[in-house]
């Protein structure tokens, strides 16, 4: 039987390792490649190696950036007394957009999830403990997705830091439960902020 | 108001360029490239540039291919009397699956769309004609897709070929009306093929 040809077969298998996309996309975004002029190809796989090269995580707070530590926490201007835990680079993003909390952020790279093998030790946790041994932080926001290992995550650090004495809060459920942080609108996302209780 | 780093922003903005990946899945990937060992970005970083680099287009049926002629046209144990004509490359891959067809191909690289400003001079088909002059071609398959600018291409190309004498077919309509030629099973394609009608 025919086959494509080769370098179209790897670049179709190569595609197709990407999440969401099945074989069919992948052929399509394949194709699509091919008829692009060169230039832009290359512009995609420019793009590709220099933020895999470039882009680091905050050795503060784990946030994607290009310099270390990244823009927020080195950020004079906004409250070092409050800090907001997320899940994701994303999750700072959509925080950032509601343009009300001018705090820091720790990103925890994950949620407790401890189906798939996930516990307290693989997340970005440690580092917020120490983080808050060193500096004076008078209120940790949990802004974890308002799903079930998300609200799990949330109850575990409000437990842990129980005995520090930390006011520690988590967004309002004005957030739709069940959906993702990083799909929520500003005003959503706003109105959950100024309704954070405590935990 | 915080910005991606510019790594980050850059990447997505060249994978939403892709068709059909939309600024929220062009996100999603770009994090899970991020995430992805060096050697994993360098695979698909290499897959995509050879792919532009050592495809081209047969000179002869305009299939995608890395030597020129491709392996369909320069294979002699195939049928050199019929040719079949079809949209894309993938189409192509397409008719190979049904085991059926052991003649040779003629790729149009699209279809008549006045709406759209592609005229009959727009597509590959001028060396179409050039190949039924200089050859002996008993039948040529017309199998575009069963849609309205791909019946409307298959009348054009009758009509154009009619003076010649040759006999042009087109598949039959076990193809569903309104789908796409590379999504239909093989028994499909086949009973289309079995069942082609004079045109």
């Known amino acids: 039987m025919k086959q494509y040809p080769r370098p179209l077969a790897r670049l179709i298998n190569e595609i197709s390792k990407l999440p969401g996309i099945g074989n069919k996309s992948a052929q399509r975004l394949a194709f699509h490649i091919i008829d ?21 995580y905050c050795s503060v707070c784990g946030d994607l950036t290009e310099g270390d530590p990244c823009s927020i926490c080195s950020n ?19 925080m950032e957009r509601t343009k009300a909390f001018d705090g820091l952020y720790h990103v925890l790279h994950g949620v407790i999830a401890p189906l798939e093998g996930v516990g ?17 932080v008078n209120e940790v926001i949990i802004a974890t997705n308002p799903n079930i290992e998300g609200e799990a995550t949330a109850m575990y650090i409000g437990r ?40």
């Not at 692009?36 to 680091?56: D, G, H, I, Q």
């Not at 006011?167 to 706003?190: R, S």
Request: charged share 35%; aromatic share 2%; hydrophobic share 35%.
């Open 120 to 136: 307290p030790e693989d997340i970005n946790l440690k580092s917020l403990i120490k983080r808050l041994q060193e500096n004076d």
């Open 36 to 56: 692009l002029e060169e230039e832009e190809v290359k512009k995609l796989t420019e793009a590709l190696l220099s933020a895999k090269k470039e882009l680091k």
């Open 76 to 94: 004079s201007q906004r409250r070092q007394d409050v800090i907001c835990v997320v899940e994701s680079p994303k999750d700072v993003m959509a």
């Open 160 to 199: 842990l830091l129980k005995p520090s004495g930390i006011k520690v809060t988590k967004l309002a459920h004005g957030l739709p439960v069940g959906g993702d942080l990083e799909y929520a609108d500003e005003v959503t996302l706003l109105k959950s902020l100024e309704g954070r209780s405590s935990l």
